[in-house]
């Protein structure tokens, strides 16, 4: 296994300063610590200890995982199922700014240990997003996209399917003007599904104005806002990025006493839990959380072996349930109440 010294003599330095370029140290400038983290990774150095149990990281933000409901468990537990029996230890840490900003990507990894990770929920503002493209350590990034990088693969279902596969069943039952809303656009998947919206109701010749979508940080102002603007254009049914944000609107709906689904059909994305339970039960395009955890290992096996996989995207399922059902015969309109 190659060592600091082995680092020291190709770069030209000290066993002291490789240390130091290594444990982030201040005095050690930003060249010379790049220079030193990229010979690092391509030796194959790695901090574990000669016989100690090999180590992946899960990385995980903006999702919870601690509860058997969260959307990060099963995702947690399939990456697990495969991992562990294959001899590894699985690390679960939960990701910050002050941890990206702290140190480089490559440098937490060596200093950790670890040989490579499972990311969940960055969004594109994340600091290590930005090293992502040069990096070396490989990293699997669940709904996140890097292009160039061999060390870097992407994980998550097929988007651009799964909304087709939406507005495919909103078409058969008649429905033909059809809105969108969404988180704002600052994740990689959100953009993603927004583009997708479009794409397929281009392949149904239904209609895709921009207008037809909305698109916010806050709930409250896409009930408040996109969601009467929707109405106010006639639309039958509503295509959520997530299910929070469709049961969201699906009660405020039953609020302004618009009946659902005789009156509007309402679609999430996720098929969380809860979904099965809500008045009426949400129908929502299901990803298999387990199988996501356990491709999410089997990517990044492929990575650590050289194998570079791009993108692993599995197919996501839509779950009809009684917040869909066929168009009305005339829509709501400017949020026309229930008598």
Known sequence: MPTMDDIAKKV??????????????????????????DTAVALGYTRARRGAVRTLCVFIENMDYAKPEDFGTDIVTGFRQMAEPAGYGVKVVRLTDVLQKSMPYDAYMLREGYLGALFLGLTLLDPWMKEFPRSHTPAVLYDNLIRGNPAVSTLGIDNNEAIGQAIEALYGMGHRKIGYLSGALGSHIYQVRYKSFFNEMRRHKLPCGRALAGYSFYFSETLDTHLPRLLAQGVTAILCSSDLLAHTVLIRCIELGIRVPEQLSIVGFDDLPFCAHTAPPLTSIRQDRLQLGKSGYYALDSLLNGVPISSLLLHGQLILRGSTGPAPRRPVGPLEKKP
């Open 12 to 37: 030209g330095v000290s066993k002291g300063t490789v240390s130091k370029a290594l444990n982030g140290a201040p005095d050690i400038s930003d060249a010379l610590r790049k220079t030193i983290l």
